[in-house]
């Protein structure tokens, strides 16, 4: 018998119970020993309710061979799985927020202490990413990651360009679904992603990488009116989070972007994941599949709990995925050359294009046809787009074309991506 | 020094030479010890000139742990992997026909000497699957797997869509690209894909699947006619390889089928490769990359060789993968229900549609506007599709037509996919 230990019983929490009771689980010899929940009351009627407690001592006095970690956030998870892994307990985790914070320095306790720390279903739901990643990929150097790892953000902007919602109108939709949460802001933010980006770019290019130091722009702004441009242009917005290997470093950014609808991510919809590992011998590699619910990352908390079983609970590890001793990542992306569409109120037009044509050096105007834009876009405006372009280089240019007379507001500015120049 | 002995140094074998070079390799202490060719004057100016025999027993008498076969086909690829397992050597092989005929017997015999036996690269060439499918996914009871999983045959059908190229022209280009064998049929007649779909469905149902019994039909007669009919229709026509658990057994099937252009198969293009997993936990994961080729293919290879270091030249596996002790799959489809697209050549136009309208229950003539089908599919023909009727039903309704003295020809009987009722 392998003993499982769970902290937590919401949503994922009550999808592993679930799991467990399965043949293909049972025949493993996995069963519930005790379960960590903060309110008793909250669970007396559950069929599991012999197996609760609300003293986080009870899991580590009990005969626990495995301690599941489910309940997400930092405090009190960070405590929980120190302590377990510090009693020679084996920790599956499904907390992005705690990995990408303190990943490294877990693992490395995990390490000391003759245990595994595994946390494949912190990022991408069910979607088997972080074993493919680090051991089917294992002999290629990945030089790029690009992902679709926000299922909220990626539900909202899907029902914004499907349906011409507004984004307040489909966020309130994201959350009458259980897609989005009361207080939206780590997803639609872009915490969320930057977390998750953080933990793969982390394996993938073996740094260590500091969510809160990627880039990080998020979609509360997204209006109709960039929907209906990005349309009229043959593009779709999308969250993307990206991390790239370059000459100065590791890159990474997650934002809003307008893709080309040709594009293998434009095409995943609704609450939906998608991730594209391009690496040296391989190529592009796609995995796509539920990033969030109940069964599938129950599915990738379960795949863990196998692992470990199938390696008889013994300290299997070639290398630490995540460690605090491996090279920083420098960050910023000033430098990055990026492809920019940028839309802007001119309190006077033709010295506003003057000037644009003055700073840029490869840019475009876009005079959208009225008539198939179906008057979707506010005809006082000043649309352009800048090819080939550096992040600081932009910035220094919207800010003196924000200070001029001639220009009112600037409206917009959005990267493209799948264009001719795609550094991030 | 892990040593490794490499059975054949062709395309993919020079792939794995070449990625044993890399950083990633060396500090893991991969090396390779000999080479195995048939003919040794064809390498004598190569690198690795060295390492070279052409006696198999110069293997087994170095000092070898892991034996890697990249030769292909059965003979004599299932007699060396056989002496190298039974000598107590590790085999990662690349070879779909050794796996899929031999796979169950050959893992048996590595488990009896203690060693492993891992193919990886022989099904979706460097895309991670079996690892996914066998590690993450192992909570899962599988229901379905649909997948394109022949880069040849996708090439040419892509061709055919895409610039309008007849079949023959399509499959000169994919030879002249070096997609397609001289002699292409092993790929265009269905047995490359019904051999990676009997290694993948063996795996994920549990099951002794001999991919001889699979239902297999090649793309060597879809037309420009077909693929015209299927465009205006919104379809595309893709070799689709399909199984599925049902309440009667496995069913599995290899065959051109019309695509929903909204599938996500639908969006594979050229020599790729992409497979749909579905778990009752999990739903749908897609994998999709590069399915052959020389880099991919030994990424995948080199993927399974760190799989063994990682584990210490141990014999670590949990169950096996493909067994011979495993019940047989009922493999025939005469009960599944599918939707077709049948066109057929009159001798007497209205007793053909009269008699169509007597045989099938669901059913609708299609009358293309000539217009827009730009004249491409001859008009003498009756066109209809048939929906939710059984394969047995179906053949023997389809007979029936041939023999009828209203209807000069059968010009074709494809399956529909995306559609209502969508058996196997």
Chains 1, 2 share one sequence.
Not at 82 to 91: A, D, F, I
Not at 160 to 187: I, V
Not at 408 to 419: A, K, N, P, Q, T
Request: charged share 25%; aromatic share 6%.
């Amino acid at each position: 018998m392998v003993n499982i230990g769970l902290l937590g019983c919401g949503t994922i929490g009550s999808g592993v119970v679930e799991l467990l009771k399965k043949e293909s689980c049972q025949k493993r010899q996995l069963r519930i020993e005790r379960i960590l929940v903060r309110n008793l009351n909250k669970h007396y009627d559950k069929p599991y309710q012999h197996m609760l407690t609300d003293r986080f001592e009870d899991i580590l006095d009990g005969d626990i061979d495995i301690v599941v970690e489910v309940m997400g956030g930092i405090d009190p998870a960070y405590f929980y799985v120190k302590q377990s892994l510090l009693q020679g307990r084996h920790v599956v985790t499904a907390n992005k927020d705690l990995i990408a914070r303190h990943g490294g320095e877990l693992q490395k306790l995990a390490r000391e202490n003759g245990v595994r720390l595994l946390f494949e279903a912190s990022v991408g739901g069910g979607i088997p990413i972080i074993k493919p990643l680090s051991e089917s990929l294992a002999a290629n150097s990945i030089t790029e990651i690009r992902g679709i790892v926000n299922g909220t953000t990626n539900f909202i902007l899907s029902r914004m360009y499907n349906s011409g919602k507004s984004y307040q109108s489909a966020l309130a939709e994201a959350q009458a679904f259980g897609f989005a949460e009361a207080d939206p802001r780590a997803d639609v933010e872009g915490y969320d992603a930057a977390r998750k980006l953080a933990i793969l770019s982390s394996i993938a290019f073996q740094s260590s990488i500091d969510y809160e130091y990627i880039h990080r722009e998020g979609i509360e702004d997204i209006s109709t009116d960039d929907i209906s441009l990005a349309k009229y242009l043959g593009y779709t917005i999308k969250l993307l989070a990206v991390s790239r290997k370059t000459d100065d470093g590791i890159m990474a950014r997650v934002s809003p972007v307008m893709l080309e609808t040709g594009d293998p991510l434009a095409q995943v919809a609704d609450a939906y994941n998608a991730i594209i590992i391009k690496g040296d011998a391989v190529g592009d590699v796609l995995f796509f599949g539920q990033g969030a619910g109940k069964l599938p990352t129950a599915s990738a908390v379960l795949g863990d709990i196998i692992d470990i079983v199938k390696h008889n609970l013994g300290q299997y590890r070639a290398e630490d995925l995540l460690s605090q001793d491996l090279p920083e990542a420098r960050m910023d992306i000033e430098n990055c050359r990026t492809n920019f569409l940028i839309r802007l109120k001119p309190s006077n037009r033709l010295e506003t294009m003057s000037e644009i044509s003055k700073s840029f050096q490869r840019f475009e105007f876009i005079f959208p046809d009225r008539i198939r834009l179906q008057g979707a876009v506010d005809p006082d405006q000043v649309i352009f787009t800048v090819w080939g372009v550096s992040e600081i280089d932009i910035k220094q240019k919207i800010d003196a074309l924000r200070k001029s007379e001639s220009v009112h507001s600037i409206l917009r500015v959005i990267r493209i991506e799948g264009g001719e120049i795609n550094d991030v």
